[in-house]
């Protein structure tokens, strides 16, 4: 079949790989996120739901930051490990 449709082309056969559902998003990442924004629009999403949830539409994880949270990652002392997965 490759044949047919690349006839015309060199094609190339690789060995099989596994399939492995693997997300690259950690509560790091998602603070480094935080950190590109105004720190003015963080108080204001901190004011208004009382903290701040960053949700992956990929795997699902939820990471929340509260105001210690923000207040730590603005000090530049995250405290957390930069684990995927």
């Known amino acids: 079949m ?7 082309e060199e094609v190339t056969l690789y060995e099989p790989q596994p399939v ?3 997300c690259t998003c950690s509560r790091q990442r998602c603070a ?3 950190l ?3 720190t003015d629009e ?9 903290n701040i949830d960053m949700h992956c539409d ?3 994880s939820h990471y929340v930051f509260d105001a210690m949270d923000v ?3 603005y000090a530049g002392n995250t405290g957390e490990s930069n684990q995927l997965h």
Do not use: I, K, S
């Open 32 to 34: 480094d996120a935080l």
């Open 42 to 50: 963080v108080a204001t999403m901190l004011e208004q739901d009382g």
């Open 36 to 38: 590109t924004l105004d």
């Open 71 to 73: 207040a730590a990652l």
């Open 58 to 60: 990929y795997c699902g």
């Open 2 to 8: 490759l044949y047919r449709l690349y006839h015309q």
């Open 20 to 22: 492995v559902f693997r």
